[in-house]
Structures are given as structure tokens and as C-alpha cells.
């Protein structure tokens, strides 16, 4: 039995490790059309690789996943974060827990992991076509076609892990053979703000504010970052994801309200400064910060509700300390644009889940034919879930299951 698996990604390798292990007799080939391997394993996590995420409950884990939540539900019973923890440790790589949950190789190198990869996939005699564009994929009755350049190999089953494509267009190959594609469009990106003063705080963080797309029903809670351009962080790319449909439908123009106390509204927040006697208190407003925000961005909340940093809250006024309570519980920014990770880019689209038999990955269009990892309409927040599902979509794809 011949095998071709194309794309030499974390999917594509882990369904090629997967293909051998479980079809040992069979060869294997992994075809990559650039000369570099395992790229994004490598540069993800600023060099460390994000694994995976200490989710070991597979309901939970799913929610993570704006798209392919009962989709990957399923498949996470094959394959989840503890088969993917002890698939690693059993190559020699012990994996770490950060404090927000992610997971990353002890030796805080992103080599380990793709080391792994690769040694394991020459063990078991994975055969590695570099520099190896498939043009067309045809089917004959007992075979499938690959043109390679300008040769021809022939293939008893074809698992796709190509990746993600920015447009419809990279993914027509696929409609070509039948299969539905939805439109991908950018997810895990940050917001542009241009026209908003907040950029001068580049590098303030706060541990966690709610943030909330007007007009939209998209909100999450999460550390948040200002960046030179606007902002970033764990609450803005989350809400990327989520809202990557419709952000792209809003061309990407859009206001975003943050509560900066987070889960505390107007009326909680009157009764905080009530029972801390603030409308008592004789020190200056700047210098008496209640709320533990980082100081560069309360004087800039104070100045943004026309309060003077010399003044005390003792004298302030019924007016200033609604304008105050109003900034601190319902900001205003407005986003013009987006940022994306050029190296790390995710999409949402690709082949419809609909297509795709869950328990085998096989096509419902194509017998024969594997799906997995970011090719299929299946993306996850930031935080090593994307990862995951390349691991648990690739082991999966890789035992070729009939349906």
C-alpha cells in the first residue's frame, strides 16, 4: 500500500507518523512543495512551541474552537491533549504547564517538538519529498494520480494536510475533486486603531478587562494588551477568532467597548467607591488608584474623563465622577483594521466539516481520500489548541478508517 500525505506542517507529519505506525508494511510518503519543514512549529510560541493546553476534559476542550466545536468534540475521544502529552513523552519530551494553561517542551525550545517529528518519522521509514509541488490530483478506478512537478506517482490513499489558505482560490484543487469550501478569512488577529490616543501606552497590560463588539453579541473577559497600533492580547485575539466571520463582514471597522474593572458594572462600581469613603478622601486623584490599574493608563482614563490629575477626590464633582465611572465600566475605542501574524496565520474556511466523517476523517466525496488540520474549516484560539487539532485530526487521519 502506497500513502502520499501532503503538506509537511504538524498535521502532515503526525498523519504520516500515524500511517506508519498503524500501517507498518505500507510506504509513506510526505510531500512538501517548499524546502522547509514543520515551519510553524518552529517559530510558534516565540520559539518555545505551544503545544498544546492543559485541558483534559474534552467537552471543555472543544468550546476553545469558534469553528469545528462538535466536530472536534468527537474526535478528541481517538485522540486528546493527554494522548498528544503522552505521545511526546514517550519520544524523550517531557512537556511543561504554564500559569495560563498553554503547554511547552521543559527545554523551552520549539526544536524539541519538531526533533521529535522528524526522528520518529525516520524510524519508522516516512519517506520526505521536499521541493515537491502536487499540481493535480486525479482518480482511477484502483489508484489516485499525483503530478509532481512533471512526474507522475500513483497512491492507494491521499491524506491533505496542506494548511490554511488565505483565499478561495488556493483551496479550488480541493473543489475540483468535489468538495464544498467555505471562504476562508482571517482569524487570531489584533485590532487597529489609528485614530486613538490609547497607542501612547504602548506596553501597559491589564490583567483582565471585558471587552465587547458594539452591535454584536461577540464579548469574552481576558488579559489585555496596548500595543503601538492599538490592541492585542489574549482577550483581543479570542474575540478575533469568535468574531472572524463577522469582523470580515464589518470590513474590519467596527467600536469596541472595554470595561476595564472587567466583570464590575456602573452600579457596583458606585457602591465600591462609597464603601472605600473616596468621596472623603484628601489625596490627590492620580496618587489614590483604587482599582489597581497600572498607572500610566489611570492618569490616561482620568484625563480621558476631563479630571484634572491635581485634583482630589474629595472634589470631585457628581459630574466628573460619573464621567469617571462611565470611562472606567463603558470605554469607547474605535477599530480601523486589523493585524494578523504573517509567520503564525490562522484562517477560518476551508473544507466543509460536512464533507469530512469525523471518527475516520476520509471524505464523504472522495473514499480514499484524509483530512486534516487547518485545511479543513476547523480553527482554535490562541493558546496551543490549533496545535491539538492538527495532532488529534492527523493521528486520526493516519489509520485510514474506511466509513
Known sequence: MKIAVIG????????????KTHHPDAEVHLIEKSSKLLSKVLISGGGRCNVTHACFNNTQLSKYYPRGERFLKKA?????????????????????????????????????????????AKILGVIILLNSHVKHISKSTDAFHLNIGDEKFNYDNVIIASGGSPKKSGLSWLEELGHDVVSPVPSLFTFNMPKESITHLMGVS???????????????????????WGMSGPAVLKLSAFGAIDLAALDYTFSVQVNWLDTMNESNLRIEVDNQGLDKEQKKIAN???????????EFLLRKSQISLDKRWIDLSKKELNRLVNTLTNDDYKVDGK?????????AGGVDLNNIEVTSMQSKKLPGVYFCGEVMDIDGVTG????????????IAGKLKSI
Do not use: C
Not at 509537511?8 to 500511517?19: C, L, M, N
Open 288 to 298: 489614590r488608584n483604587p482599582f489597581a490599574l497600572p498607572s500610566r493608563l489611570w
Open 76 to 120: 478528541f475521544e481517538q485522540f486528546n491533549v493527554e494522548d498528544t502529552v503522552n505521545w511526546y513523552k514517550a519520544q524523550g519530551v517531557d512537556l511543561k504547564i504554564e500559569d495560563d494553561g498553554r503547554m511547552f517542551p521543559i527545554s523551552n525550545d520549539s526544536r524539541s517538538i519538531a526533533n521529535a517529528l522528524l526522528d520518529q
Open 384 to 395: 496551543g489548541f490549533n496545535f491539538q487539532a492538527a495532532w488529534t485530526t492527523g493521528w
Open 206 to 228: 491589564v490583567p483582565k478587562a471585558k471587552l465587547r463588539i458594539r452591535n454584536t453579541k461577540l464579548e469574552t473577559s481576558a488579559p489585555l494588551l496596548i500595543t503601538h
Open 339 to 347: 493585524t494578523t501574524f504573517k509567520e503564525e496565520f490562522v484562517t
Open 8 to 19: 509537511g506542517g504538524a498535521a502532515g507529519f503526525f498523519a504520516a507518523i500515524s500511517a
